[in-house]
């Protein structure tokens, strides 16, 4: 089967760093993206992998390892509203996003 | 705002009754998705359009009915449902179905109660 696994909780410091693992098992690849989601309000798209390595967009950079099915998104200064669930899906071959149950990240002044 | 739009934001239903979400796309894409979001639970795919044609229905019970009269509406029909049916259903679309870098759009979701 395919499975998306990713922790359900986590707790940083505003101000800090802080790394979400996400690993998976899929049929086939088509990429990774990473979503934010604030309580109560539409995931965001953050970030796309596709090859091997670091992508960096600013405070935010997410990697990916495809011979080991990993991936993790990287925050940077963290800020309080960061708080929200943070959110990995891998495109499997038929191109259909297969989700994991989410990160929800609490950051403590 | 990201050019999704869901109506209505909240909805209490009781068993036997009929209403339907509504979502609207102002992005030009060609694809419309209808998810479940449950809490600490992946979400799940129910229904994929591709051109108003219905591409995939993840097994999804018969209470529930999507409708996409165009690309750029997509309504879901709810009817006898029951309580573990409460729970956010979110509205995506894409540019199309396939593809890589094939990022999709979120509404904002409508949270729903089944009493």
């Known amino acids: 089967g395919q499975n998306i696994d990713q922790p359900t909780e986590m707790t940083a410091t505003e101000g800090a760093i802080v790394q979400i693992n996400c690993t998976y098992q899929t049929s086939g690849f088509n990429g990774l993206f990473w979503y934010q989601q604030h309580a109560g309000e539409a995931p965001t798209f953050l970030s796309y992998?596709?090859l091997d390595g670091l992508e960096e967009k600013g405070r935010f950079s997410s990697f990916l390892s495809r011979s080991k099915g990993y991936s993790y998104l990287l925050l940077k200064e963290l800020q309080m509203k960061d708080s929200a669930s943070y959110l990995c899906?891998?495109?499997?071959?038929?191109?259909?996003?297969?989700w994991g149950a989410g990160t929800k990240l609490i950051i403590k002044p | 705002e990201t050019g999704v739009t869901q109506t209505p934001r909240h909805l209490v239903m009781g068993m036997t009754n009929k209403k339907s979400l509504k979502c609207e796309q102002h992005l030009g894409h060609n694809a419309m998705y209808w998810y479940k979001q449950s809490a600490k639970k992946p979400l799940e795919l129910m229904f994929v359009?591709?051109?108003?044609?219905?591409?995939e229905n993840n097994s999804v019970p018969s209470r529930f009915s999507p409708e996409c009269p165009n690309s750029s509406h997509l309504f879901l029909h709810l009817h006898t449902l029951q309580p573990e049916d409460s729970a956010l259903y979110l509205c995506a679309s894409s540019q199309d179905v396939q593809g890589t870098y094939n990022e999709q759009f979120f509404g904002p979701g409508t949270r729903l109660t089944v009493l």
């Open positions: 899906a891998v495109s499997d071959s038929n191109y259909q996003l297969i």
């Open positions: 359009y591709s051109l108003e044609e219905r591409v």
């Open positions: 992998n596709v």
